[in-house]
Structure formats: structure tokens, C-alpha cells
């Protein structure tokens, strides 16, 4: 069974400063791995999307990367902005099964 | 294009009463889902469909709870005799499964059900 993990749960930073999220998942057998921004009381963003036989991808200021041997993801924010501040989830979609699996996300404030 | 669309955003219902929510994925989108989510917690995986069959359901979805997708286009999540417990945010994802962006998931806005 899949788990994935999101930690810290919530990170506080001053406005300029570059960031990582980190996202860790239990079953290296993915096929993509999505990373999404969501705002109180609203719907999911799709941020970026990995493939497995990806390392990275860029969008703008955000990095995300790619390590399916160690199971591990992170998405890199450089200059963060206040309107930055959300949550933020990563999700694994299974090989062999049609769901993704979502972390709990990571709540980020940035600070002006 | 404008997006996956939920109908209601918001439905207050008391318990034992019957809802039903409607999901519009965006168009050609093939793959459509459904999740749970609660507060502090990320989306809980209910089912999804490819076209109008139904390929997965999660333990999660008692007897209490059915989904369509009659004719591959939209589709619906009723949930019967409703309990508090099953209040949360519902939330409808669409995707296509072809092409570079494989299962990259475009959420709706989702549908806040509050059971009294």
C-alpha cells in the first residue's frame, strides 16, 4: 500500500527567501508524481507534474524533482512571494493501480 | 475549456437525508475521480472511472454511497442516509490517459457538505 508523507506540516518564512517541500512515498513503483498548491475552502492547482522517467521539471519559480530509488520529492520555491501562502500536496500515482495517492501537504506563510 | 465544474459548491442537509453532487470533467477528459477531504488531511481516494466504467473503489465507500458516469461525460456521487461523519469537502478530478501529461489530475472546485 502506498503512503505518503509531507513534512514539516507547516513552515513559516520571511517574503524573498527560497524554500523546499519535501514529499516522501513508501512505493517506489510510480508512474508520475503531481505536486498541487490548494487555498482555504478551495479546490486543488496542479503545479507540476513528473513523469517517472523524469528527474525534474520547471514552471516559473517552482522546481520540483525526482528521486524514485529513495522515494523521495521536493518542490523548490525560489523568492517566495506573500501570495505564495497555501497549502501545498504532492501525490503518487501507482503503476499498478488507477488512484493517486495524496500526503497531507505542507502549509506555508510567507511573511511580507 | 473552462474547467472541472462542481454542482452544488455548498449543500447543508440534515441527517438521514439523501444528496447528490454532479461532477463535469473538462471535456475529452476520459479519467474522472472522485475524492474525500477532510480538514488537515489530503484528498482520500472514492472511486474513479474510465469512460462510463467504473474501475475502482476504495473501502471507504460504504453501501451508502454510488457514483455514475452515465455516457462517459459527467457524473454523479449520491450518498444515502446521510451521518455527520460524512461531512467534508468532495472533491472531482479529470484527466486523460494518453500523451506526455498521463494522469496529470485537474481538480474542481469541489462541494462542502455539511450533515446537521
Known amino acids: 500500500k502506498q503512503e505518503v508523507t509531507q513534512i514539516p506540516a507547516a513552515l513559516s518564512v520571511p517574503e524573498g527567501e527560497n524554500l523546499v517541500l519535501n514529499c516522501s512515498f513508501t512505493?517506489?513503483?510510480?508512474?508520475?508524481l503531481q505536486w498541487f498548491r490548494q487555498d482555504p475552502g478551495k479546490g486543488l492547482t496542479s503545479l507540476l507534474l513528473?513523469?517517472?522517467?523524469?528527474r525534474e521539471q520547471t514552471s516559473g519559480r517552482l522546481n520540483a524533482s525526482l528521486d524514485k530509488s529513495s522515494g523521495r520529492s521536493t518542490l523548490y520555491i525560489a523568492a517566495s512571494q506573500p501570495g505564495d501562502s497555501a497549502t501545498y500536496l504532492c501525490a503518487a500515482h501507482n503503476t499498478n493501480a488507477g488512484k493517486s495517492t495524496f500526503g497531507d501537504g505542507t502549509t506555508l506563510t510567507v511573511k511580507p | 475549456d473552462t474547467g472541472v465544474s462542481q454542482d452544488p459548491r455548498h449543500k447543508i442537509t440534515k441527517r438521514g437525508q439523501n444528496v447528490t453532487f454532479r461532477c463535469d470533467p473538462i471535456?475529452?477528459?476520459?479519467?474522472l475521480y472522485w475524492y474525500r477531504q477532510t480538514l488537515g488531511q489530503g484528498p482520500e481516494f472514492l472511486t474513479y472511472?474510465?469512460?462510463?466504467?467504473?474501475?475502482?473503489k476504495s473501502r471507504l465507500l460504504s453501501d451508502r454511497f454510488s457514483a455514475e458516469r452515465p455516457k462517459g461525460s459527467f457524473s454523479t456521487l449520491e450518498i444515502q442516509r446521510t451521518e455527520q461523519g460524512d461531512s467534508a469537502m468532495y472533491l472531482c478530478a479529470s484527466t486523460h490517459t494518453g500523451g506526455r501529461s498521463y494522469n496529470e489530475q485537474f481538480f474542481g472546485p469541489g462541494t462542502r457538505l455539511t450533515v446537521l
Open positions: 512505493d517506489s513503483a510510480i508512474y508520475n
Open positions: 513528473i513523469q517517472s522517467s523524469q
Open positions: 471535456s475529452e477528459h476520459n479519467r
Open positions: 472511472f474510465q469512460n462510463e466504467a467504473q474501475l475502482e
